[in-house]
T-cell receptor, first 112, second 114 residues
Framework: NAGVTQTPKFQVLKTGQSMTLQCAQDMNHEYMSWYRQDPGMGLRLIHYSVGAGITDQGEVPNGYNVSRSTTEDFPLRLLSAAPSQTSVYFC???????????FGNGTRLTVT | AQSVTQLDSQVPVFEEAPVELRCNYSSSVSVYLFWYVQYPNQGLQLLLKYLSGSTLVKGINGFEAEFNKSQTSFHLRKPSVHISDTAEYFCAVSGNSGNTPLVFGKGTRLSVIA
C-alpha cells in the first residue's frame, strides 16, 4: 500500500516556466489537498478537492491551478513560476470526514 | 472559518524533562483537533486526534493532549522527552461537519538537549 505518492521529490525552475506537481493516492480517498510549507509559516492550504470533478480554493491559491478528473490523482500546476513559489509542497488525502490527513513526502521546489 | 495559534515557535528542553507545547484555536463551530509531527526532511505524521468524548487524548510515542473547550486550547504534553522527539510539531483544526479543510498552526520546533 503506497499511500500518497508525490513526484518529483526535487525540482528547480526558472522564473516564468510552468510545471505540474503530481500527487496520487491508492486509498480511495475522496478528499485531497495541496499545502505549501515555508519557514515560520506552517502549512498553508493552496487548493483542495472533496471528490472527482470538484475543487475549491484554499488560503493561497494565486498562481496555482488544480483539476480532479479521477479519485486517485490531484495534480498541482504552476502556470508561470515565480521566486515567491519556492517552497516545499505537500499533498494530503483523507477518507471519512473525521479521519486524519495522510501526507506525501513532499516536493521541494526552487524557482530562480 | 477556523484558525490556530501555536504560542511558542521554539521550545528547548533537556532530555527526560517534561514538555508542554501550547495550542489555541478559534472556531464558530464544533471542531476536530489534531497534532502532527514532522521529523527533518520528512512529511507529517499524526500524533493524536480529538474527535469527541474524553477530553484527554493519548497518542503515539507517549504524547497526550487535553481538549479544553472553555479555553479553546489543545495543549500537547509528554512527561519525559527523548532526543528522538526533536522535531517540529503542528497543531491543526477542522470543522466537524462536511469535509472541511484542515487549518494548521505555524508549528513549534522542539529541541531536546542531552
Amino acid at each position: 500500500n503506497a499511500g500518497v505518492t508525490q513526484t518529483p521529490k526535487f525540482q528547480v525552475l526558472k522564473t516564468g516556466q510552468s510545471m505540474t506537481l503530481q500527487c496520487a493516492q491508492d486509498m480511495n480517498h475522496e478528499y485531497m489537498s495541496w499545502y505549501r510549507q515555508d519557514p515560520g509559516m506552517g502549512l498553508r492550504l493552496i487548493h483542495y478537492s472533496v471528490g472527482a470533478g470538484i475543487t475549491d480554493q484554499g488560503e493561497v491559491p494565486n498562481g496555482y491551478n488544480v483539476s480532479r478528473s479521477t479519485t486517485e490523482d490531484f495534480p498541482l500546476r504552476l502556470l508561470s513560476a515565480a521566486p515567491s513559489q519556492t517552497s516545499v509542497y505537500f499533498c494530503a488525502s483523507k477518507g471519512r470526514v473525521n479521519s486524519p490527513l495522510h501526507f506525501g513526502n513532499g516536493t521541494r521546489l526552487t524557482v530562480t | 472559518a477556523q484558525s490556530v495559534t501555536q504560542l511558542d515557535s521554539q521550545v528547548p528542553v533537556f532530555e527526560e524533562a517534561p514538555v508542554e507545547l501550547r495550542c489555541n484555536y478559534s472556531s464558530s463551530v464544533s471542531v476536530y483537533l489534531f497534532w502532527y509531527v514532522q521529523y527533518p526532511n520528512q512529511g507529517l505524521q499524526l500524533l493524536l486526534k480529538y474527535l469527541s468524548g474524553s477530553t484527554l487524548v493519548k497518542g503515539i510515542n507517549g504524547f497526550e493532549a487535553e481538549f479544553n473547550k472553555s479555553q479553546t486550547s489543545f495543549h500537547l504534553r509528554k512527561p519525559s522527552v527523548h532526543i528522538s522527539d526533536t522535531a517540529e510539531y503542528f497543531c491543526a483544526v477542522s470543522g466537524n461537519s462536511g469535509n472541511t479543510p484542515l487549518v494548521f498552526g505555524k508549528g513549534t520546533r522542539l529541541s531536546v538537549i542531552a
